[in-house]
Protein backbone atom coordinates (compact mmCIF):
# COMPACT_ATOMS: atom_id res chain seq x y z
CA UNK A 1 0.00 0.00 0.00
CA UNK A 2 1.03 3.62 -0.83
CA UNK A 3 2.72 5.84 2.14
CA UNK A 4 0.64 8.96 3.46
CA UNK A 5 2.05 12.03 4.55
CA UNK A 6 -0.12 14.17 6.88
CA UNK A 7 0.26 17.09 9.06
CA UNK A 8 0.53 16.19 12.81
CA UNK A 9 -2.01 18.54 13.82
CA UNK A 10 -4.30 21.36 13.06
CA UNK A 11 -7.17 23.57 14.36
CA UNK A 12 -10.53 24.59 13.29
CA UNK A 13 -13.28 27.09 15.07
CA UNK A 14 -16.37 25.61 15.67
CA UNK A 15 -18.93 26.24 12.78
CA UNK A 16 -16.26 26.57 10.16
CA UNK A 17 -14.97 23.80 7.58
CA UNK A 18 -12.14 21.77 8.20
CA UNK A 19 -9.61 20.88 5.48
CA UNK A 20 -7.38 18.02 6.29
CA UNK A 21 -4.73 17.56 3.67
CA UNK A 22 -3.29 14.28 2.31
CA UNK A 23 -0.44 13.60 0.17
CA UNK A 24 -0.21 10.39 -1.50
CA UNK A 25 2.39 10.76 -4.60
CA UNK A 26 2.93 7.14 -5.01
CA UNK A 27 -0.59 5.91 -5.32
CA UNK A 28 -1.17 3.05 -7.84
CA UNK A 29 -4.04 3.31 -10.26
CA UNK A 30 -6.19 0.55 -8.24
CA UNK A 31 -5.60 2.03 -4.66
CA UNK A 32 -8.21 3.77 -3.30
CA UNK A 33 -8.33 6.63 -1.05
CA UNK A 34 -9.86 6.32 2.65
CA UNK A 35 -10.17 8.21 5.25
CA UNK A 36 -10.75 7.38 8.96
CA UNK A 37 -11.12 9.12 12.13
CA UNK A 38 -10.12 8.18 15.83
CA UNK A 39 -11.99 10.11 18.73
CA UNK A 40 -9.76 9.66 21.94
CA UNK A 41 -10.32 5.72 23.53
CA UNK A 42 -12.83 4.91 21.03
CA UNK A 43 -11.85 2.36 18.04
CA UNK A 44 -11.35 3.99 14.47
CA UNK A 45 -14.54 5.02 12.13
CA UNK A 46 -14.90 5.07 8.62
CA UNK A 47 -15.49 8.51 7.33
CA UNK A 48 -15.20 8.75 3.11
CA UNK A 49 -13.38 6.71 0.18
CA UNK A 50 -12.77 7.48 -3.51
CA UNK A 51 -11.48 6.31 -6.69
CA UNK A 52 -10.67 9.26 -8.41
CA UNK A 53 -13.64 11.14 -8.28
CA UNK A 54 -14.62 14.20 -5.26
CA UNK A 55 -17.23 12.02 -3.21
CA UNK A 56 -19.50 13.50 -0.54
CA UNK A 57 -21.61 11.82 2.27
CA UNK A 58 -23.24 13.02 5.91
CA UNK A 59 -20.34 13.24 7.79
CA UNK A 60 -17.39 14.67 4.98
CA UNK A 61 -16.47 15.32 1.56
CA UNK A 62 -13.37 14.03 -0.45
CA UNK A 63 -11.53 16.07 -3.10
CA UNK A 64 -8.64 14.26 -5.23
CA UNK A 65 -6.73 15.93 -7.40
CA UNK A 66 -7.05 14.70 -11.28
CA UNK A 67 -3.05 13.50 -10.61
CA UNK A 68 -4.79 11.59 -7.72
CA UNK A 69 -1.26 12.69 -5.27
CA UNK A 70 -3.38 13.97 -2.94
CA UNK A 71 -6.61 14.50 -1.76
CA UNK A 72 -8.58 16.69 0.68
CA UNK A 73 -10.53 15.75 3.48
CA UNK A 74 -13.43 18.45 4.24
CA UNK A 75 -15.61 18.64 7.55
CA UNK A 76 -18.33 21.30 6.35
CA UNK A 77 -19.32 23.11 9.64
CA UNK A 78 -16.89 21.44 12.46
CA UNK A 79 -18.68 21.08 15.61
CA UNK A 80 -16.32 19.92 18.81
CA UNK A 81 -17.29 16.40 19.01
CA UNK A 82 -14.79 16.80 15.53
CA UNK A 83 -12.13 16.85 17.82
CA UNK A 84 -10.36 13.37 16.98
CA UNK A 85 -7.16 12.14 15.11
CA UNK A 86 -7.53 11.83 11.07
CA UNK A 87 -6.05 8.94 9.22
CA UNK A 88 -5.84 9.05 5.38
CA UNK A 89 -5.00 5.65 4.40
CA UNK A 90 -4.87 4.31 0.31
CA UNK A 91 -5.27 0.48 -0.36
CA UNK A 92 -6.21 -1.96 -2.66
CA UNK A 93 -10.19 -2.58 -2.30
CA UNK A 94 -9.86 -6.06 -1.65
CA UNK A 95 -11.17 -8.75 0.39
CA UNK A 96 -9.66 -8.96 4.10
CA UNK A 97 -7.02 -6.80 2.96
CA UNK A 98 -4.46 -4.76 5.33
CA UNK A 99 -5.50 -1.35 6.74
CA UNK A 100 -2.29 0.67 7.13
CA UNK A 101 -2.45 3.63 9.16
CA UNK A 102 -0.11 6.65 8.96
CA UNK A 103 0.46 9.25 12.30
CA UNK A 104 -2.93 10.91 11.01
CA UNK A 105 -3.29 14.20 11.88
CA UNK A 106 -4.52 15.54 15.22
CA UNK A 107 -7.58 17.81 14.63
CA UNK A 108 -9.00 20.21 17.37
CA UNK A 109 -11.91 22.33 17.25
CA UNK A 110 -11.82 25.36 19.11
CA UNK A 111 -15.00 27.25 20.70
CA UNK B 1 -27.03 -4.43 13.87
CA UNK B 2 -23.71 -2.27 12.68
CA UNK B 3 -21.95 -2.90 15.49
CA UNK B 4 -18.53 -4.45 16.79
CA UNK B 5 -18.16 -5.77 20.04
CA UNK B 6 -15.45 -6.10 22.45
CA UNK B 7 -14.92 -8.07 25.79
CA UNK B 8 -13.76 -7.35 28.59
CA UNK B 9 -13.22 -3.39 28.53
CA UNK B 10 -10.34 -3.32 30.52
CA UNK B 11 -8.18 -5.96 31.63
CA UNK B 12 -5.15 -6.43 33.81
CA UNK B 13 -3.46 -9.13 33.60
CA UNK B 14 0.26 -11.03 35.44
CA UNK B 15 2.83 -12.38 33.20
CA UNK B 16 2.24 -15.61 34.18
CA UNK B 17 -1.60 -15.23 33.52
CA UNK B 18 -3.91 -16.95 30.28
CA UNK B 19 -6.58 -14.65 29.55
CA UNK B 20 -8.32 -14.38 26.49
CA UNK B 21 -10.08 -11.10 24.51
CA UNK B 22 -13.34 -11.55 22.84
CA UNK B 23 -14.92 -9.69 19.29
CA UNK B 24 -18.69 -10.30 18.13
CA UNK B 25 -20.12 -9.26 15.10
CA UNK B 26 -23.87 -9.79 13.67
CA UNK B 27 -23.44 -7.54 10.26
CA UNK B 28 -22.52 -10.83 8.39
CA UNK B 29 -19.22 -9.70 7.66
CA UNK B 30 -16.54 -12.29 6.69
CA UNK B 31 -13.17 -11.22 7.11
CA UNK B 32 -12.22 -10.09 10.76
CA UNK B 33 -9.21 -8.48 12.08
CA UNK B 34 -6.97 -7.79 15.51
CA UNK B 35 -4.85 -4.56 15.94
CA UNK B 36 -2.55 -2.90 18.63
CA UNK B 37 -2.38 0.10 19.24
CA UNK B 38 0.31 2.06 21.51
CA UNK B 39 -0.40 4.88 23.60
CA UNK B 40 -0.10 8.25 21.26
CA UNK B 41 0.43 5.28 18.03
CA UNK B 42 -1.48 4.34 14.78
CA UNK B 43 -3.17 1.05 15.05
CA UNK B 44 -0.87 -1.49 13.83
CA UNK B 45 -2.45 -4.92 12.39
CA UNK B 46 -2.01 -8.07 14.17
CA UNK B 47 -4.04 -10.75 12.05
CA UNK B 48 -6.65 -11.08 9.22
CA UNK B 49 -8.90 -13.55 9.51
CA UNK B 50 -11.35 -14.34 6.49
CA UNK B 51 -14.23 -17.02 5.86
CA UNK B 52 -12.87 -17.95 9.73
CA UNK B 53 -9.36 -19.10 8.16
CA UNK B 54 -6.10 -17.40 8.90
CA UNK B 55 -4.96 -15.07 6.04
CA UNK B 56 -2.46 -12.62 7.31
CA UNK B 57 -0.35 -12.99 10.72
CA UNK B 58 1.85 -9.68 10.53
CA UNK B 59 4.95 -11.75 12.36
CA UNK B 60 3.09 -11.39 15.79
CA UNK B 61 4.87 -13.24 18.90
CA UNK B 62 3.34 -16.87 19.61
CA UNK B 63 1.83 -15.32 23.04
CA UNK B 64 -0.54 -13.98 20.96
CA UNK B 65 -2.77 -16.56 19.26
CA UNK B 66 -5.69 -15.86 17.75
CA UNK B 67 -8.80 -18.37 17.26
CA UNK B 68 -12.47 -17.76 14.72
CA UNK B 69 -14.70 -19.98 16.03
CA UNK B 70 -17.33 -18.77 13.83
CA UNK B 71 -18.17 -16.07 11.13
CA UNK B 72 -19.84 -13.81 14.17
CA UNK B 73 -16.85 -14.40 17.09
CA UNK B 74 -12.83 -13.64 17.25
CA UNK B 75 -10.91 -14.51 20.36
CA UNK B 76 -7.19 -13.54 21.11
CA UNK B 77 -5.68 -15.84 23.70
CA UNK B 78 -3.13 -14.35 25.66
CA UNK B 79 -0.23 -16.30 27.96
CA UNK B 80 2.80 -15.36 29.47
CA UNK B 81 2.72 -11.42 28.17
CA UNK B 82 5.63 -9.05 29.15
CA UNK B 83 4.53 -5.29 30.04
CA UNK B 84 5.24 -4.11 26.40
CA UNK B 85 2.63 -6.38 25.60
CA UNK B 86 0.61 -3.52 27.49
CA UNK B 87 -1.79 -1.43 24.77
CA UNK B 88 -5.48 -1.20 23.48
CA UNK B 89 -6.45 -4.23 21.46
CA UNK B 90 -8.87 -3.63 18.48
CA UNK B 91 -11.14 -5.85 16.86
CA UNK B 92 -13.10 -4.62 13.18
CA UNK B 93 -15.04 -6.49 10.34
CA UNK B 94 -16.02 -5.91 6.79
CA UNK B 95 -17.71 -7.82 4.64
CA UNK B 96 -15.09 -10.21 2.52
CA UNK B 97 -16.09 -9.31 -1.31
CA UNK B 98 -14.95 -11.99 -3.59
CA UNK B 99 -16.33 -10.63 -6.42
CA UNK B 100 -16.37 -7.78 -8.27
CA UNK B 101 -15.44 -4.26 -6.84
CA UNK B 102 -16.63 -2.93 -4.05
CA UNK B 103 -15.13 -0.64 -1.03
CA UNK B 104 -14.06 -2.85 2.28
CA UNK B 105 -15.16 -0.71 5.05
CA UNK B 106 -13.86 -1.79 7.82
CA UNK B 107 -15.69 -1.48 11.34
CA UNK B 108 -13.82 -1.19 14.62
CA UNK B 109 -14.93 -2.00 18.30
CA UNK B 110 -14.18 0.50 21.27
CA UNK B 111 -10.99 -2.33 22.17
CA UNK B 112 -10.08 -3.70 25.12
CA UNK B 113 -7.53 -1.80 27.20
CA UNK B 114 -5.00 -4.47 28.38
CA UNK B 115 -2.30 -3.61 31.03
CA UNK B 116 0.43 -6.29 31.97
CA UNK B 117 1.69 -6.15 35.38
Known amino acids: DAKTTQPPSMDCAEGRAANLPCNHS???????VYWYRQIHSQGPQYIIH???NNETNEMASLIITEDRKSSTLILPHATLRDTAVYYC????????????FGSGTRLSIRP | DTEVTQTPKHLVMGMTNKKSLKCEQH?????MYWYKQKAKKPPELMFV???????INESVPSRFSPECPNSSLLNLHLHALQPEDSALYLC????????????????FGPGTRLTVL
Open chain 2, 92 to 107: ASSQDMTQGLGYNEQF
Open chain 1, 26 to 32: TISGNEY
Open chain 1, 50 to 52: GLK
Open chain 1, 89 to 100: IVRVDSSASKII
Open chain 2, 27 to 31: MGHRA
Open chain 2, 49 to 55: YSYEKLS
